[in-house]
């Protein structure tokens, strides 16, 4: 799978990792959140980013500059895929559990909205991408059904209301689902919580199809062009702003896919 990684840098951290005391262990580089996505043309209707409450995470050194967050797993691919300054050499400054990054108020690259906050997310996968998942809850029924269950009951998932503050925004129209097509989706489908896994499944298989075959962008550089045309665009414009970078999976290493 080739993803665009999104460099979304910490603008302040939770109280909970400010309580950890990293600095002494980041050497004043600046940290990013990475996240894998494969709609780099929805970057616009970015809201909040998840992370798995109970994965581990690590602060790893890209060079002197720059340290990413994401899953050990990645920062290994990402070690040889040419990101880091060393090739192959992982060098982990600190570990931090989802559930501690949760309330970090993060840079959301290209989005309308462009500060957002962390979120929890019980099905964010530890082997898929970078373990970080940027929030598009106008395109992603996944984003949409979790953002709706933390927002009704906030004092369950231990968050602040504030952090779920941001509603969906359109940027991109299909002939099927109008303007917004996850909360559509979810209405249609039924979709009660993010624990309808298969529901959800089919939600996002038919929006992927829609967007990408029908879709027109309603916002942004490339407003008016295909989904089609816009995703290849905007992704070499945040790879070329330095917000963005090719990060691929290798193939074939997803046991659970296999036959
Ligand atoms: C932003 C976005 C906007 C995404 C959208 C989707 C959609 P796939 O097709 O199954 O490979 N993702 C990335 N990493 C993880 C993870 N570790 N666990 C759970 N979800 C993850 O799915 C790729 C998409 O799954 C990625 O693209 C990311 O969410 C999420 F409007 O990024 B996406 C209809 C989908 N729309």
Known sequence: QEYTGIKMRVVEWSDLVKAEDLEAQ???????????????????????????PSLKYGVFAINDQEAFVCTHRAARNMAFQGITAEKGEVKQLAEIEGSKIVGTKINAPFSINPEVYVLPMESVLPDKGTGVVTSVPSDSPDDYATLMD????????HIDPKWASIDPV??????????????????????QSAKDAKQL??????AYKEGFYSGTMTV?????????EA??????????????MAYAEPEGLIISRSA
């Open 231 to 244: 995703k290849v665009k905007v992704r070499e414009s945040m790879i070329k702003q330095g917000v963005g």
């Open 220 to 228: 942004g550089e490339f407003k008016g062009e295909s989904v089609q």
């Open 201 to 206: 499944a089919e939600a996002k298989e038919l």
């Open 170 to 191: 359109p940027v991109l129209y299909t002939p099927s689902y109008g303007e917004m097509s996850a909360p559509f989706l979810v209405k249609k489908l039924k979709i």
């Open 26 to 52: 980041l050497g004043g580089r600046t940290v990013y959140l990475v996240a894998a996505t494969l709609r780099p043309e929805t970057m616009y209707g970015q809201t909040n980013c998840f992370v798995g």
């Open 150 to 157: 933390l927002r009704k009951k906030p004092e369950y998932y």
